[in-house]
Antibody, heavy 126, light 109 residues
């Protein structure tokens, strides 16, 4: 059974870089069928897709966050990572990683997230 | 930017049918997906590709699509179905962008 687990600091200072890692177990991150994504949820609010990566390193980012986001993959460790720079209090959220079952071509764009990690709360505060 | 619109809340009595809608201009061309999120837990996929149900999801969960609106239907609602429900789809008008609706709180009276 595929499982994902987020890890990283729970507190980040304003203007610094948020860094999280997602470890995948029960399956290979190098599967040709899947992307791997990050989604966040501010306290009491809805879900926001941050970005996704393929095992080859190909990425898609949310246009509203693209200038601050970097997602990378380490296939040797079965992990992928998120970096979000210049954080503010508005970046305080539970950050989830998830398998992103996606297909992108000239004809269509489809994709959904399943399963999800348990999530980790990151607070931006001095 | 592309938006998916959901009602903030829906209330039903146990045993009744709950219908949660999600509207978006691209939905006639894009599949919709539905997630259930209980307090303090991660979201769980309950419907994919408009109407497909993942293994392990009860048959009382179903999905449908009509024009710019998709609907999650929960038949014979149970107390355990009380949760937030989010629709999700994709925006292919430019660089691919996966979008969530604002969420609907389902209350079982």
């Amino acid at each position: 059974q595929l499982q994902l687990q987020e890890s990283g600091p729970g507190l980040v200072k304003p203007s610094e870089t948020l860094s999280l890692t997602c470890t995948v177990s029960g399956g290979s991150i190098s599967s040709s069928s899947y992307y791997w994504g990050w989604i966040r949820q501010p306290p009491g609010k809805g879900l926001e897709w941050i970005g996704s990566i393929y095992y080859s390193g190909s990425t898609y980012y949310n246009p509203s966050l693209k200038s601050r986001v970097t997602i990378s993959v380490d296939t040797s460790k079965n992990q992928f990572s998120l970096k979000l720079s210049s954080v503010t209090a508005a970046d305080t959220a539970v950050y989830y990683c998830a398998r992103h079952i996606a297909r992108v071509d000239t004809a269509m764009v489809i994709g959904w997230f399943d399963p999800w990690g348990q999530g980790t709360l990151v607070t931006v505060s001095s | 930017s592309y938006e998916l619109t959901q009602p903030p809340s829906v209330s039903v009595s146990p045993g009744q049918t709950a219908r949660i809608t999600c509207s978006g201009d691209a939905l006639p061309k894009q599949y919709a997906y539905w997630y259930q999120q209980k307090p303090g837990q991660a979201p769980v996929l309950v419907i994919y590709k408009d109407s497909e149900r993942p293994s392990g999801i009860p048959e009382r969960f179903s999905g449908s699509s009509s024009g710019t609106t998709v609907t999650l239907t929960i038949s014979g609602v149970q107390a355990e179905d009380e949760a937030d429900y989010y629709c999700q789809s994709a925006d292919s008008s430019g660089t691919p962008n996966w979008v969530f609706g604002g969420g609907t709180k389902l209350t079982v009276l």
